[in-house]
Structure formats: C-alpha cells, structure tokens
C-alpha cells in the first residue's frame, strides 16, 4: 500500500510565502513523478505543478514565476514553495504520486488534502 501525507498549509496574506510538503511512503518500488493539484470552491481540481523522477518539471500558467517545485531531501518527497501569493491561490491542494507499489501495479496516488488561505 502506498500513502501520501501533506503537511504545510495554513492562512497568508496576500503577498505572503507558504512551502507544502508531502511525503510518499509504504512499499514502494518506483515513484515516477509527484505533483501538487488544487481545487477551489465550485471549480475543478486543476494541475498547479508536476516533476518526474529526472528532474523535470511544469507549471500552470497562473503560478510561473511564483511557485517552485523540488524534489525534497528525503526519499519520496516533493515540496511546493509558494510565493507571492494572491487570494485566488485560495484552494485545497493535494498531492498527486504516480507510483508503483511493491505489489501493485503502477498507479496515481492522492493525499488527503491541506488547505491554504490566502486572505487580509
């Protein structure tokens, strides 16, 4: 069984910083890229940024320039350091793992979610 636990949201100002972590754990064999998501009241959940096990990364227009994905220290993590945050950066954001398991076969995993608000 794979599990992703997110850890890092909370209230900011606008303007202000926030850096997401998340971690993948359980009996993993291969991660192959990990991700964060958001979804916002009444809109879809929608890519924020994305990075595959080389290194390689992608944003949403809306967060270039602002936001920074990387590969954390630890084995199976990804952080999400955001910057110059604006209200509509307002969502849930969960953490998307696409992993193989040890003993399943590869998949996409999903954290349970953390909340980050973006308000004066």
């Known amino acids: 069984q794979v599990q992703l636990v997110e850890s890092g949201g909370g209230l900011v100002q606008p303007g202000g910083s926030l850096r997401l972590s998340c971690a993948a754990s359980?009996?993993?064999?291969?991660?192959?890229?990990m991700g964060w998501y958001r979804q916002a009241p009444g809109k879809q959940r929608e890519l924020v940024a994305a990075?595959?096990?080389?290194?390689?990364?992608n944003y949403a227009d809306s967060v270039k320039g602002r936001f920074t994905i990387s590969r954390g220290n630890a084995k199976n993590t990804v952080l999400l350091q955001m910057n110059s945050l604006k209200p509509e950066d307002t969502a849930v954001y969960y953490c998307q793992g696409d992993v193989s398991g040890m003993y399943s076969r590869r998949s996409d995993y999903w954290g349970q979610g953390t909340q980050v608000t973006v308000s004066s």
């Open positions: 359980g009996t993993i064999f291969r991660v192959y890229a």
């Open positions: 990075i595959t096990s080389d290194g390689s990364s």
